[in-house]
């Protein structure tokens, strides 16, 4: 039985995007526990289920809040949900509050995995030949050394191994230029530390315009270039869509070819349906640990919620630990 | 009569592409010429036109040129074209080959503007609304200092004022959070600069999923990361759009919906058309310089030749240059 706990209180749309989340996750997940923590009255709906445990917890934090502010905040839903997770040994934990403050309470909290010096936010992402490509850190680190853009790489190796399955994955740096010698210093230094190393399935860099063509498995970059890459497809997703929407609504005829022509776009809205990845997973700290978008609606909690069942299930954590051990060269375990 | 040289032998396709553009491009100027630099056996389809000077010179810079091999390789079509520009005054000089090479050899023959410390890259991007949105730096450095993001603000709010006609132009910092507290260390400088100066329009940090909505004028971002957003967004049209064509080929229902809908989609393939915005200028040195895409084609290439000619025109290099003038403090001046 895998048990999931639930910060109900985060998200834009408060406690009523979570608490649908819930009901449509437990529509089809039988096996698994959810221990919703929020204000006991905006939860009532969930009282029904008998898979579902509600602690009452009186704060919440704001999407503003600092990592220490939340360290601070004992009685907010997103430290209980961490902190109950900790004590408690649960399976994940899931917010869609303030990614910082969730972030770094719960690196805080359930530490690092050995080994590792920054955990990084990890997600699928679409791409056009469906291949799934596995992209991290998309944010959460500002600032990133060409020693922790290394360590990424073989937590994304070791993601991509073993949630897609990929024996040998294709990793990538994402950089200005294909070429070597381009990139800000640390990506060049990172170049640099994984060529030198002979880092398995490292085939260079890649520019963000060849990111989606499907020929690559893992990307690697630090948190603020990988944020800006993620919210950039969004955007532009978004947009087109928008504008396909407005396309089909001109007039009388292009309203006649949608019914024609739907079928078609179906397959293309589900790719490029970003709600259905519905968060992303905190790589190299020891649980679970999965950031729903702040402007979660029921359906991407859902996901959300899914995706964390999944990595809970895969054992991945464990896998992260023993991988990360077997690549630590020996002088630097003593360190 | 605006005068431009031209590199006719820089991108990837040959001279074909810049050829083909040259050609596109007097079918509507009259009141242009143009000064075509590259090998004479190469340009025999230019030697009709009257409007067209064709300097014969041997050498081609390769796509992964270094910045000094360019200066050095003085019998190259790239060199001279810079040199020509610089020796005779040209209004422009337009390029479709490395990057990297013709920003720095551009950079170090027509030398900045006096108060600024490193030229960017600029371009006009679609935005869903239709409002054009301009956003610098692009991809001209790989590493950016917080008082240089600030002079880029200032470029970028010249170019908007002179080339978009708004008068005051809302500008924002390309961040991963909205926050003023979010951002890498040298955004984060950047926005306590911006804002404690009370520059005119700054309105904050901008996460990239907003940036294409049109709700702002011009976006400051240091250029790795800049070229990150840009190709990235270029990469989801590209994806999308070949989405769509194959939502329409599906079946033999949605290709009559095709017929039904095309003109709908008429408006989003122009403004998706990346194409159409034919390539980058490099804002802050003396004289118009055009980065057209390396893997121009002629109908790319032409529009390149427009923006160069658009920019000569509009007389924006000294408006660049009085601006930055009263913009700088005294003390500074006298340094």
Chains 1, 2 share one sequence.
Do not use: W
């Not at 209180?9 to 929020?38: C, R």
């Not at 955007?235 to 079928?263: E, P, R, W």
């Amino acid at each position: 039985m895998i048990k999931i706990c639930v910060d109900c209180m985060g998200s834009d749309n408060g406690s009523k995007a979570t608490v649908g989340g819930i009901k449509n996750f437990l529509k089809t997940h039988k096996d698994v526990q959810i221990i919703a923590v929020g204000r006991k009255e905006e939860l009532t709906e969930l009282e029904s289920y008998s898979q579902v445990e509600i602690v009452d917890v009186p704060d919440v934090v704001p999407m503003t809040v600092s990592p220490l502010e939340v360290m601070r905040a004992r009685k907010s839903s997103m430290y209980q949900a961490i902190n109950l997770t900790k004590e408690n040994g649960y399976d994940a934990v899931v917010s869609a509050g303030s990614t910082g403050g969730f972030l770094s309470c719960a690196t805080m909290r359930l530490k690092l995995v050995e080994g590792i010096q920054r955990a990084a936010l990890v997600t699928p992402f679409p791409t056009k030949s469906g291949n799934p490509l596995t992209i991290l850190d998309i944010g959460a680190n500002a600032e990133t050394t060409p020693e922790q853009l290394k360590q990424f790489a073989l937590m994304g190796r070791i993601y991509s191994q073993n949630v897609f399955k990929k024996e040998e994955p294709r990793l990538y740096l994402l950089s200005n230029g294909a070429e070597e010698e381009k990139g800000s210093p640390e990506v060049k230094q990172a170049h640099k530390l994984l060529k030198e190393s002979n880092f398995p399935g490292f085939k260079g860099n890649i520019e963000a315009r060849e990111a989606l063509d499907g020929d690559c498995d893992v990307i690697i970059t630090g948190g603020f270039a990988g944020n800006i890459f993620l919210k950039a497809c969004e955007g532009v997703a978004k947009m087109m869509q928008s504008m396909i929407k407005d396309a089909f609504k001109k007039n009388i005829f292009t309203m006649i070819g949608y019914l024609f022509a739907n079928s078609g776009f179906k397959k293309m809205k589900e790719i490029m349906n970003y709600k259905s990845y519905g968060g992303a997973m905190l790589l190299g700290v020891n649980g679970v640990v999965v950031k729903a978008h702040g402007n979660s609606d029921d359906y991407s909690f859902g996901c959300a919620l899914d995706l964390a069942y999944r990595m809970a299930q895969s054992n991945l954590v464990n896998l992260l630990r023993d991988g990360v051990k077997e690549n630590t060269p020996i002088e630097e375990k003593g360190e």
